[in-house]
């Protein structure tokens, strides 16, 4: 049921972060792979060097640093026992005692939290500190990471993340979720029955999708009327010969446009969403009003006055997939019963938090923060200042409950 959504899919090299807004992923035709950029339309992604196996290290002035260097999954976290040596943000969450308190990887794992002791102990001396503090250190800066890289994406998109739920996934989305959502100020956290999956349940379901593009590169006026629509006519014929002849596709087919616009002058462009009707009826004024409107959510201005330059007519063609029927469980009502109380570093001080079962939590379940909740493929922290709930389709909702959470 959520719309608005900052997506946070952590795995053991890179946190990747992106937005949903009223319930579309956006695009991008400015996204980077390494340091090639990528010309087509993609979904526009933001990648930081902050995994679950990314090295924390000192550099030459005595600054702690994270990533991106990465253990990856061979050798791995010191913790894992498979011949790592170096500290990773992984051995900080064990050395702090969020993880460890269970098997990982469906009991083929089983954390080592004395090998992450070792390894994080030089930076702990390096930093002149124990290695309680130096591990929280390290999740603080991957943390503090995310933050910068957040609030520059925030900033082009021209949102409020008040408005917004984080949604962790990945192996280690959960285990950082909420300490990024209290650093940001988020309010809600929305934590998926199997965050580990998450991404290989998107490719199952996601929709038969491919973008035509057609470059224009005109001053929108009437004299621009017979490229718009040869265009849009040569685009729909491309798009529906490409879903039905060369996919096989023979279900629903919905058609989206986007016109990247901008003001004459500008070195950017914006896309905006027109109605096909407007082009074949030569409505040119409802396509320039549409540009005035979107440049104005997102700039909070506009200059009707200027001329607008039309640069690229893009059809996306999209063809819909049969839709899973996900689960639902019956509400059950009271206190879910934790496995037992363990001891973790946390906010500068050694805590005794109640440690849950994911399988054992039910639709009505609620609790409070501080708490850890263990799963074959993640661990969930859960902060001071937090409540959970679990919702019918068993996902766990994080409300902030304290002004000191949010």
Same mark, same amino acid.
């Given at each position: 049921?959520?719309?608005?959504?900052?997506?946070?899919?952590?795995?053991?090299?890179?946190?990747?972060?992106?937005?949903?807004?009223?319930?579309?992923?956006?695009?991008?035709?400015?996204?980077?792979?390494?340091?090639?950029?990528?010309?087509?339309?993609?979904?526009?992604?933001?990648?930081?060097?902050?995994?679950?196996?990314?090295?924390?290290?000192?550099?030459?002035?005595?600054?702690?640093?994270?990533?991106?260097?990465?253990?990856?999954?061979?050798?791995?976290?010191?913790?894992?026992?498979?011949?790592?040596?170096?500290?990773?943000?992984?051995?900080?969450?064990? =050395?702090?005692?969020?993880?460890?308190?269970?098997?990982?990887?469906?009991?083929?794992?089983?954390?080592? =939290?004395?090998?992450?002791?070792?390894?994080?102990?030089?930076?702990?001396?390096?930093?002149?500190?124990?290695?309680?503090?130096?591990?929280?250190?390290?999740?603080?800066?991957?943390?503090?990471?995310?933050?910068?890289?957040?609030?520059?994406?925030?900033?082009?998109?021209?949102?409020?993340?008040?408005?917004?739920?984080?949604?962790?996934?990945?192996?280690?989305?959960?285990?950082?979720?909420?300490?990024?959502?209290?650093?940001?100020?988020?309010?809600?956290?929305?934590?998926?029955?199997?965050?580990?999956?998450?991404?290989?349940?998107?490719?199952?379901?996601?929709?038969?999708?491919?973008?035509?593009?057609?470059?224009?590169?005109?001053?929108?006026?009437?004299?621009?009327?017979?490229?718009?629509?040869?265009?849009?006519?040569?685009?729909?014929?491309?798009?529906?010969?490409?879903?039905?002849?060369?996919?096989?596709?023979?279900?629903?087919?919905?058609?989206?446009?986007?016109?990247?616009?901008?003001?004459?002058?500008?070195?950017?462009?914006?896309? =905006?969403?027109?109605?096909?009707?407007?082009?074949?009826?030569?409505?040119?004024?409802?396509?320039?009003?549409?540009?005035?409107?979107?440049?104005?959510?997102?700039?909070?201005?506009?200059?009707?006055?200027?001329?607008?330059?039309?640069?690229?007519?893009?059809?996306?063609?999209?063809?819909?997939?049969?839709?899973?029927?996900?689960?639902?469980?019956?509400?059950?009502?009271?206190?879910?019963?934790?496995?037992?109380?363990?001891?973790?570093?946390?906010?500068?001080?050694?805590?005794?938090?109640?440690?849950?079962?994911?399988?054992?939590?039910?639709?009505?379940?609620?609790?409070?923060?501080?708490?850890?909740?263990?799963?074959?493929?993640?661990?969930?922290?859960?902060?001071?200042?937090?409540?959970?709930?679990?919702?019918?389709?068993?996902?766990?909702?994080?409300?902030?409950?304290?002004?000191?959470?949010?």
């Amino acid at each position: 049921g959520a719309k608005e959504l900052l997506t946070l899919d952590v795995g053991g090299t890179s946190a990747d972060i992106s937005l949903v807004i009223d319930g579309n992923p956006q695009f991008g035709t400015g996204e980077t792979i390494g340091e090639f950029p990528l010309h087509i339309p993609s979904v526009s992604v933001t990648s930081i060097g902050a995994g679950g196996g990314s090295i924390a290290w000192v550099d030459g002035a005595g600054v702690l640093k994270v990533g991106p260097e990465s253990a990856g999954s061979s050798p791995g976290p010191a913790c894992y026992g498979r011949g790592g040596t170096k500290p990773t943000i992984t051995d900080a969450m064990a =050395v702090c005692g969020f993880v460890g308190q269970a098997p990982l990887a469906y009991d083929q794992l089983t954390v080592d =939290v004395a090998r992450a002791h070792d390894a994080i102990a030089p930076l702990a001396a390096a930093l002149e500190t124990d290695p309680e503090r130096a591990a929280a250190a390290i999740i603080e800066v991957a943390v503090s990471e995310m933050f910068v890289e957040i609030n520059k994406l925030v900033a082009r998109q021209g949102i409020d993340l008040r408005d917004f739920s984080l949604m962790p996934f990945g192996g280690g989305g959960p285990m950082l979720g909420c300490f990024l959502a209290r650093e940001l100020g988020v309010a809600h956290v929305l934590v998926p029955h199997s965050p580990g999956v998450v991404s290989a349940l998107g490719g199952l379901v996601a929709d038969l999708k491919a973008d035509f593009i057609g470059t224009l590169f005109q001053t929108l006026g009437e004299g621009a009327l017979g490229a718009l629509k040869e265009t849009l006519d040569r685009l729909q014929t491309e798009g529906e010969r490409w879903l039905r002849d060369e996919q096989g596709h023979d279900g629903p087919a919905v058609p989206e446009l986007l016109a990247e616009m901008r003001y004459a002058g500008q070195s950017h462009e914006i896309d =905006v969403s027109l109605e096909p009707g407007w082009i074949t009826n030569g409505s040119i004024t409802a396509i320039k009003e549409a540009f005035h409107a979107e440049h104005h959510k997102r700039f909070e201005f506009n200059d009707p006055d200027v001329p607008i330059q039309i640069i690229n007519l893009r059809l996306v063609m999209r063809g819909s997939t049969i839709l899973p029927d996900l689960p639902t469980a019956p509400k059950l009502d009271g206190t879910p019963q934790p496995e037992r109380d363990i001891e973790v570093w946390l906010d500068g001080a050694h805590r005794a938090v109640p440690l849950y079962d994911r399988a054992a939590l039910s639709h009505g379940h609620v609790f409070d923060g501080p708490a850890v909740v263990h799963q074959p493929d993640t661990t969930l922290c859960i902060l001071p200042g937090y409540r959970a709930s679990v919702d019918e389709g068993l996902n766990i909702r994080l409300t902030a409950t304290q002004g000191d959470a949010a």
